[in-house]
Nanobody
Framework: QVQLVESGGGLVQPGGSLRLSCEASGRTLSTYVMGWFRQAPGKEREFVAAISWGGRSTDYADSVKGRFTISRDNAKNTVYLQLNSLKPEDTAVYYC??????????????WGKGTLVTVSS
């Protein structure tokens, strides 16, 4: 079983940047396709980005493409999400999770507590 701890969220002005981290324990992350998801107030959780096992391939939701970058360091058992050019509509709790397979955009049922990103002036 995988335990996930997200960090790095906070309050940022529109146009600003943040770097989120997701540290895993209990199992090595290199065996999983990893993804980031987010849930805005009053909305369902949605897919944001995914990265393949070795990190060579990435996948992004259209709403964040060109602004967010997912990466991973398997030696540190950590996945990252760099958020640039943030918009108020990016405000949400961000979660990382292992995916069922590459291309599925569907998370396995392992969730941390998430980290809150608030974009506001």
């Amino acid at each position: 079983q995988v335990q996930l701890v997200e960090s790095g969220g906070g309050l940022v002005q529109p146009g600003g940047s943040l770097r989120l981290s997701c540290e895993a324990s209990g199992r090595t992350l290199s065996t999983y396709v990893m993804g980031w998801f987010r849930q805005a107030p009053g909305k369902e959780r949605e897919f944001v980005a995914a990265i393949s096992w070795g990190g060579r391939s990435t996948d992004y939701a259209d709403s964040v493409k060109g602004r967010f970058t997912i990466s991973r360091d398997n030696a540190k058992n950590t996945v990252y999400l760099q958020l640039n050019s943030l918009k108020p509509e990016d405000t949400a709790v961000y979660y990382c999770a292992p995916l069922s397979d590459w291309g599925s955009r569907s998370a396995l049922n392992y969730w941390g507590k998430g980290t809150l990103v608030t974009v506001s002036s």
